[in-house]
């Protein structure tokens, strides 16, 4: 299983939690996101403990890598998630969520079966063009395709070029993005 299995989850964080942002209300997104948010920092406490929680110690047996802190991605999206509703509402933050999902997820896969051309550490161009491209598209069911065409180009170039935790900076980058670009999120 190991990397396809972690980015299968990675993907299905970013869609079903936009999905679930979506049907809430504000309040109930606030809510969701937060104890989200709560439920992993607790198990991650849990692992780092070493408590073995049923049922989820074995997907974390399979999804994190090795010699990672448990959870740090979740917690990572969930935060990530949370400052995006505190500053820009939950349309966009659907838009975050979708990008970071499908950009990192396929990106990472792609990247690993087929990169030839290395950016920045071990970040490929072949996956990175790939994660921005399915991005963009899953972005078309959300805002019009010229702006998930932006948004999903400025967060390819984030994933590939940021340092520090892409969970958080392609989730932030894209609601800038398409605040920038004037895009109001009126589906919700």
């Known amino acids: 299983m190991g990397e396809t299995f972690r980015q299968t989850v990675h993907l299905l964080m970013g869609l079903l939690g936009a999905a679930v942002i979506l049907r809430l209300d504000d309040r109930g997104a606030f809510v969701f996101v937060s104890a989200a948010l709560v439920i992993q920092f607790l198990l991650c406490d849990a692992f780092t403990r070493g408590y073995d929680v049923p049922v989820l110690s074995r997907v974390m047996d399979e999804s994190e890598r090795t010699g990672k802190v448990p959870l740090k991605g979740g917690i990572a999206y969930a935060a990530g998630a949370l400052f995006c509703l505190a500053v820009f509402g939950r349309g966009y ?18 990247g690993l ?13 072949e996956g990175t063009i790939a994660g921005a491209a399915a991005a963009a598209l899953a972005l078309c069911f959300l805002i019009p395709w010229w702006a998930a065409a ?7 170039i984030i ?5 520090l935790d892409d969970n958080v900076a392609i989730q932030v980058g894209a609601c800038v993005m398409l605040a920038a670009v004037g895009v109001g999120v009126g589906f919700v």
């Open 150 to 156: 932006v948004v999903a180009g400025v967060a390819g």
């Open 159 to 163: 994933e590939a070029c940021f340092p």
């Open 113 to 125: 079966r087929f990169g030839r051309h290395t950016l920045v550490g071990k970040k490929s161009l």
């Open 93 to 110: 933050t659907a838009v975050g969520l979708v990008t970071v999902g499908v950009l990192d997820s396929v990106s990472t896969l792609i």
